[in-house]
């Protein structure tokens, strides 16, 4: 069982950056694949970012590729979300997920639905 809990979120002006962070509970965290996923009201949750469990491999949403970073610490059991150059349209609650490396399964494959652990997300709010 992987308990994640996300932080730093908040509001800013458009143009402004924003750090979130996700803290897990997992022994072995190295051994999960993390990923960033936002969900607009009303909405279905979107894919934002993912992260191999080395850290060697990263991946984006087309929308934030280029202006947001995903990172990690192992030794600190946490992942970050860097954005940058803010959009009002940028505006939703972001969620950390995390799922076991499955050997022979890419993590660019993965979706929404292959992530089995789940924080309780956190707001970002741009304003214009």
């Known amino acids: 069982q992987v308990q994640l809990v996300e932080s730093g979120g908040g509001l800013v002006q458009a143009g402004a950056s924003l750090r979130l962070s996700c803290a897990a509970s997992?022994?072995?965290?190295?051994?999960?694949?993390m990923a960033w996923f936002r969900q607009f009201l009303g909405k279905e949750r979107d894919f934002v970012a993912s992260?191999?469990?080395?850290?060697?491999?990263?991946y984006y949403g087309a929308s934030v590729k280029g202006r947001f970073t995903i990172s990690r610490d192992n030794a600190k059991n946490t992942v970050y979300l860097q954005m940058n150059s803010l959009k009002p349209e940028d505006t939703a609650v972001y969620y950390c997920?995390?799922?076991?490396?499955?050997?022979?399964?890419?993590?660019?494959?993965?979706?929404?639905?292959?992530?089995?652990?789940w924080g309780q997300g956190t707001q970002v709010t741009v304003s214009s």
């Open positions: 997920a995390a799922e076991p490396t499955t050997p022979g399964y890419g993590l660019e494959y993965k979706t929404r639905s292959d992530f089995g652990f």
């Open positions: 992260i191999s469990g080395n850290g060697d491999k990263t």
């Open positions: 997992a022994r072995t965290f190295g051994d999960y694949e």
